[in-house]
């Protein structure tokens, strides 16, 4: 039988729970404002955004910490003049402080102090990857079923045309031995594009261990100076405590040698600078599609380039087959980067602005999967 609660016992429950310490242990930012837009109030989640302390922060105006024109302040004047909630998904908020967030923004009144809002930013950016990289991982799989048509559709009829060219050369005049080689070089052009493709129809899952992914990543930047970033200035902003990546070494090195090499084509030639860097992210999860699972998803590696960015008609497709800027691309390198990375569990993301684009990787750690690896 449920024991009645006393308004003694009630009382003494409101006691026992802070409200500070609610509004800390939540996962998103949260301010409070005042009517002039000075900061009243800052969790802990608010000062770790914007990279400063509670005592710096309160009494500060929140135009030092965003641009003035941040759909942010409408929401605020709209919040105090109508005495409603107001949101606005989608907002970027971009500050050299902070970098480039996307957020959903909430602002309701305070009702006491009148004159004030609870401002709360909802981060999108994790929840855009792992929306995203469903829609990587199939053009991934369409690539696969492409790769297998062709291996047998075009790979098999151009050697008999191969051959036959090579016949008719050998009575042909020297006007018409160009045309055959011609033929020739481009059917064998054709084979070896066919081959880099037949890569994503291999269905088996890759041989996985413990990884040091700074390992890989110091190897991928010594094969890229010495080689086609030879000019490139290499800035590394390693956390030296991460954990090893629960991966297969060869395939991270093809990830990581990829995104490096379309950096360093898109830098300009004087001063280009790519930044690597590697960091632990905590609460960042992804659920596995049929089950009732999820992976943790704690390490994240990033490649940032400071070239002119990627063309806003390209960005929705950017990992699809075939998508490409570069003259001479196939366009298959992201797309096979996006299926090594749905082949690990993990996500891939981007950001770009002129001057800063940045590639965003998050894998699972080796110790989540340590346990289950042991014998019984």
């Not at 996962?27 to 005042?34: S, T, Y």
């Not at 002039?36 to 135009?63: D, H, K, S, W």
């Not at 000019?231 to 629960?246: A, H, K, M, N, Q």
């Not at 070239?307 to 075939?322: K, Q, T």
Request: glycine share 6%.
């Amino acid at each position: 039988m449920a024991r009645a609660v006393t308004p003694l016992r009630r009382k003494a429950m409101r006691q026992e729970i802070d409200p500070s310490g609610i509004l800390n242990a939540l996962p998103d930012p949260v301010l409070v404002i005042g009517h002039r837009n000075e900061i009243r109030y800052v969790n802990l989640e608010a000062q770790e955004f914007f990279e400063c302390g509670a005592a710096a922060l309160i009494g500060q105006p929140l135009t030092d910490l965003l641009p003035s024109d941040s759909p942010v302040f409408f929401l605020i004047e709209q919040a105090l003049a109508g005495g409603a909630s107001m949101s606005e998904y989608g907002v970027t908020l971009d500050t050299p402080r902070i970098g480039i967030h996307l957020v959903t923004v909430r602002v309701a009144p305070l009702g006491e102090p009148a004159d004030c809002v609870v401002m709360s930013l909802h981060e999108k950016s994790i929840t855009r990857k792992i929306d995203n990289q469903l829609t990587h991982r199939n053009a991934a799989r369409s690539v696969t079923a492409m790769a297998a048509m062709l291996a047998h559709e075009v790979k098999n009829p151009l050697s008999g045309i191969r051959g036959a060219a090579q016949l008719l050369e050998q009575n042909a005049s020297e006007p018409d031995r160009e045309l055959t080689r011609l033929i020739c070089d481009e059917s064998d052009r054709i084979v070896a594009l066919v081959d880099r493709m037949e890569v994503f129809s291999d269905k088996r899952p890759p041989e996985r261990t413990a990884v040091n992914i700074h390992s890989v990543l110091e190897h991928v930047r010594k094969v890229a100076q010495s080689g086609f970033a030879r000019t490139v200035r290499f800035t590394e902003r390693y956390d030296p405590s991460l954990p090893d990546v629960y991966g297969n070494r060869d395939q991270l090195i093809q990830v990581f040698l990829n995104l490096i090499k379309n950096a360093a084509e898109a830098v300009p030639e004087q001063g280009g600078e790519i930044i690597l860097s590697t960091a632990y992210q905590h609460g960042v999860r992804l659920a596995v599609p049929g089950t009732d699972s999820r992976v943790h998803l704690p390490l994240l590696i990033s490649v940032q380039d400071n070239g002119n960015g990627i063309p806003e008609d390209l960005r929705s497709h950017l990992f699809d087959p075939f998508v490409t800027t570069k003259r001479n691309g196939t366009g298959l390198g992201l797309a096979l980067v996006a299926k090594l990375i749905g082949d690990h569990g993990g996500v891939i993301d981007f950001e770009t602005l002129p001057r800063r684009t940045v590639f965003k990787v998050s894998l699972p750690m080796y110790a989540d999967f340590e346990q289950s690896l042991e014998p019984s």
